[in-house]
């Protein structure tokens, strides 16, 4: 895919940066809310792709995963604002290194997350990634998604009272202990030694789903 292309899905398809920010969701206040960038800027031979974070493998949270640069919201901070100045603290570049394309909607975790995922670019090859964060740095060719598109699981969600909630006061269909409720799928892409799965998978799928709507896999809803 030509970069005049790819720009010209996404302008059509993503939510200006920020157009979302002042909606709220219900007890959103309850939620570990974060932001992301999922980071696009040319290969080795000037065609598009995607860049890609492993995490420390010392962090007591996920250690050694894949992901995207990003972090948790400060109070009063855009979400737009944490993509780009978690990506900055991760991969030790400039502010005005990032160009922000937009932002691709907001994702709810079952488990209690509230993730703002943005597209941007990043304009310069020279990182310094930050040691106590970053194991290391890849990118994925565009086209490599295009031709390998991801095999498709699923997770499920249950719920469970907790012991002093009254029973006899409801249905006797909500029972104590563990009740599953839903299942929801699960991505994972294969890229050289690189396993990449769980929420970092969905926000590229989506993405995916984005710039090729007839793609025979990402054209699917899910």
């Not at 080795?44 to 792709?49: E, H, K, L, N, W």
């Not at 993509?83 to 570049?93: D, F, P």
């Not at 994972?188 to 970092?200: E, H, L, S």
């Amino acid at each position: 895919m030509l970069w005049k292309d790819l720009l010209t899905r996404l302008q059509n398809r993503l939510s200006p940066a920020g157009e979302n920010a002042g909606k709220l969701l219900i007890d959103e206040e309850m939620y570990y809310r974060a932001a992301v960038l999922l980071p696009l800027l040319p290969d080795s031979t000037g065609a598009p792709a995607v860049l890609f974070e492993v995490r420390a493998r010392d962090l007591s949270r996920q250690p050694g995963e894949i992901c995207f640069p990003g972090g948790r919201m400060e109070a009063g901070e855009l979400p737009m604002l944490t993509a780009r100045r978690e990506t900055c603290e991760e991969l030790g570049i400039e502010p005005d290194q990032i160009e922000i394309l937009g932002e691709m909607g907001r994702l709810v975790i079952p488990y209690g997350m509230l993730i703002h995922p943005f597209v941007g670019i990043i304009n310069t090859a020279e990182f310094t990634p930050s040691s106590q964060e970053v194991a290391e740095i890849f990118t994925v060719p565009l086209q490599f998604l295009a031709d390998n598109p991801p095999g498709i699981s699923e997770f499920e969600v249950a719920t469970r009272y907790a012991a002093d909630f009254p029973f006899d006061r409801i249905p006797s269909t909500y029972q104590a202990g563990w009740q599953k409720r839903a299942s929801f799928p699960m991505y994972y892409f294969t890229y050289q030694k690189y396993f990449i799965w769980g929420f970092t998978a969905k926000i590229l799928f989506h993405f995916c789903q984005l710039i090729w709507p007839a793609h025979p896999v990402y054209g699917r809803r899910s």
